[in-house]
């Protein structure tokens, strides 16, 4: 009796407000409950799709890891000091000097006889020095440096990318037996020797990589 006085006495706008939130509180309560379900949905979908991204990133991973174990696993362990450390450079120049210098009227000066002696010998040959061995179960690699730089033009560049690239490039073509090689650096500088014939220092560093 007291609680139904104590209403009467309530105004009566404020009385047909508090009915109507009264009446409200089921659909807001409902409305909240259906947003946080949704957001958990759009949160759970949301994670879904990054698990199968990341799925498909380790299998097309895998694949690949699969793709150059098999490339590279019965690789030559001599690959480079047959294929690169073999290599000549500058042979229309070495032809040249060699032509001069079997003219029976030529005069030979000390410039054209170093020159060719350069060209001809170790000094202008790739010559690597290894270091930083690192074994695991699973593959053996190690640093492959070269211990000075070399002269060499457009043709030769071709030729050294296509052994270590693994690329066919122009008319060289790629040795067999190609362990997994990785470009660490590479530099490349024109020298003007000869204005007829463009030159160029070559230095590099590489990463052989051999799968047992």
Same mark, same amino acid.
């Not at 010559?127 to 270091?131: L, W, Y």
């Given at each position: 009796?007291?609680?139904?006085? +104590?209403?009467?006495?309530?105004?009566?706008?404020?009385?047909?407000?508090?009915?109507?939130? !009264?009446?409200?509180?089921?659909?807001?309560?409902?409305?909240?409950? =259906?947003?946080? *379900?949704? *957001?958990? !949905?759009?949160?759970?979908?949301?994670?879904?799709?990054?698990?199968?991204?990341? $799925?498909?990133?380790?299998?097309?991973?895998?694949? +690949?890891?699969? $793709?150059?174990?098999?490339?590279?696993?019965? $690789?030559?362990? =001599?690959?480079?000091?047959?294929?690169?450390? &073999?290599? &000549?450079?500058?042979?229309?120049?070495?032809?040249?000097?060699?032509?001069?210098?079997?003219?029976?009227?030529? !005069?030979?000066?000390?410039? &054209?006889r170093k020159r060719l002696n350069f060209l001809t010998g170790k000094q202008n040959h790739l &010559?690597? +020095?290894? +270091?930083n061995v690192q074994s695991t179960p699973f593959f053996q690699e190690v640093t492959e440096t070269?211990?000075?730089?070399?002269?060499?033009?457009?043709? *030769?560049?071709?030729?050294?990318?296509?052994?270590?690239?693994?690329?066919?490039?122009?008319? =060289?073509?790629?040795?067999?037996?190609?362990?997994?090689?990785?470009?660490?650096?590479?530099?490349?500088?024109?020298?003007?020797?000869?204005?007829?014939?463009?030159? =160029?220092?070559?230095?590099?560093?590489?990463?052989?990589?051999?799968?047992?």
């Open positions: 009796m007291d609680l139904f006085n +104590s209403i009467k006495k309530i105004p009566q706008g404020q009385l047909l407000g508090c009915l109507v939130l !009264i009446g409200l509180l089921p659909v807001l309560v409902t409305a909240y409950l =259906f947003w946080s *379900d949704l *957001d958990y !949905i759009n949160s759970f979908e949301y994670n879904l799709e990054n698990v199968e991204e990341l $799925a498909m990133r380790v299998e097309k991973k895998q694949i +690949s890891n699969k $793709a150059t174990l098999n490339e590279h696993r019965n $690789a030559d362990h =001599f690959y480079i000091d047959k294929q690169l450390e &073999t290599l &000549t450079f500058l042979e229309p120049e070495v032809e040249s000097l060699k032509k001069t210098a079997e003219n029976p009227h030529f !005069i030979e000066d000390e410039p &054209t &010559t690597f +020095s290894e +270091s070269l211990l000075y730089p070399v002269e060499i033009n457009l043709q *030769d560049l071709q030729k050294i990318l296509t052994v270590v690239e693994g690329r066919d490039l122009g008319v =060289f073509k790629t040795p067999d037996g190609r362990p997994q090689l990785l470009i660490l650096d590479f530099k490349i500088e024109k020298k003007n020797i000869r204005e007829e014939n463009q030159v =160029f220092d070559l230095n590099m560093k590489l990463l052989k990589r051999e799968y047992p």
